[in-house]
């Protein structure tokens, strides 16, 4: 997996992944923690399972998938 600070193009299903906002193809990623509200209540968030967010860097749409769904590689550099 490429480093957390790196802008990224990520795929998944097969498919580049694209922003349902702007159109953009990269963005920024890191590891999310998906919480219930019952879980944050009983103390046990630590065990929930993890997601990775995606936010675009040209208009900051974020969108969630599910860990080891998404094929993440550097982008190119312009």
């Known amino acids: 997996m490429v480093d957390k600070d790196e802008i990224?193009?990520?795929?998944?299903?097969?498919?580049?992944?694209m922003c349902g906002h702007c159109g953009g193809d990269q963005y920024r990623w890191r590891r999310v923690l998906l919480n219930s509200g019952t879980s944050e209540l009983f103390g046990f968030a630590a065990f929930n399972p993890e997601a990775v967010a995606l936010t675009?860097?040209?208009?900051?749409?974020?969108?969630?998938?599910?860990?080891?769904?998404?094929?993440l590689?550097?982008?190119?550099q312009q």
């Open 8 to 17: 990224v193009i990520a795929g998944a299903a097969g498919r580049q992944v």
């Open 56 to 71: 675009c860097i040209r208009c900051g749409k974020m969108a969630e998938f599910a860990d080891g769904a998404l094929d």
């Open 73 to 76: 590689r550097s982008a190119p």
